[in-house]
Structures are given as C-alpha cells and as structure tokens.
C-alpha cells in the first residue's frame, strides 16, 4: 500500500523526532548522573543524591523531548529543514549533504570561536571558569553540544521562526 504525501511527511517527521529526543536524552542523562554530582559536591542536601539526580534526569527529559515535538511539528513549515536527519530518517545517504554542510559549517565554527574569545577578553572574570569545578568530558560534549543543539535549534528557533 502506497502512502500518501502528508502519511510520508508525517512519518518522517516522527522519525526525525525519535532521532531527536534520542540525540538529547544521553546529554541530560549524562548531566543528571555524572554533573550534577560535581554541581553540589559542597553542599548539603536535603535527601540523596540519586534522588536529586533521578528528578533532576526525569525533569531534564522534559525539555529535550519538548524540543524535538516543536521542531517535528513547525520545522520543515517554516523551511528549516535537516537535511541530514531527513537522510537518516528515510534511510538515505547523508555523505554528499555533510559534504555540503562542512564548509560552512567550519567557517560557522571559526566565527563563533572568535566571538567568543573576544567576549572572553572583553570581560575575563565573567567569563572565567570557576578553577573548582570541572565537568566530566561527557557531560561537556553530550549536553553542551548534542542536547543543546535539540534544544535551541531544533526546538527553540523553529518555535521562534513558526510564530514570526
């Protein structure tokens, strides 16, 4: 049985936003149990720690799975599409698209590193990281860079573009 346009476009974007939430959840699995921990290691807590950590997981679950359900619904009808996430999700090949996407996705990079090493020496001590407290590699790379990005791209600006 062939399906229709909008049966395709709808299990697409189901698709899409399973790869989402799937891409999200480990950052805020990843913040609950191995950050937070170092987030309140000097204070005094009123219950255990996995206790705060499975709200702190269960809350954090929220926003990720919001996200990925905003950008599924109001990304692709406003045009911001994921040419590489539509490519997973329909099972076809995303080399030629990351080939596309990598320039400018350097030169995105570049920028924004510049800014912010700008923004750095412009005002040092707000920007200085406190020297006792470091974050596991995982919590830096899976919420800093993967979960954030479902939230703010695919969520937040898709929300933001949908209601301009």
Do not use: Y
């Not at 950008?71 to 539509?86: K, N």
Request: charged share 10%; hydrophobic share 55%.
């Amino acid at each position: 049985m062939e399906l229709s346009c909008h049966e395709r476009e709808f299990v697409s974007s189901l698709r899409i936003f399973f790869i989402m939430v799937g891409a999200g959840l480990p950052g805020v699995m990843a913040l609950a149990w191995l950050g937070l921990p170092v987030l309140v290691a000097d204070r005094a807590l009123p219950f255990p720690i996995h206790l705060l950590s499975m709200a702190s997981a269960l809350q954090g679950s929220l926003l990720p799975v919001s996200a990925a359900m905003v950008g599924a619904r109001c990304a692709s009808t406003v045009g911001l599409h994921a040419p590489v996430l539509s490519g997973l999700a329909s099972g076809h090949p995303v080399a030629g698209v990351l080939a596309r996407q990598c320039a400018p996705g350097m030169l995105g990079g570049l920028l924004g590193a510049a800014l912010l090493w700008s923004c750095s020496r412009l005002s040092a001590d707000v920007a200085a990281p406190r020297a006792d407290m470091v974050l596991p590699l995982e919590v830096r790379v899976l919420c800093g860079g993967i979960a954030e990005e479902v939230l703010i791209r695919r969520g937040l600006m898709s929300a933001l573009v949908w209601a301009l």
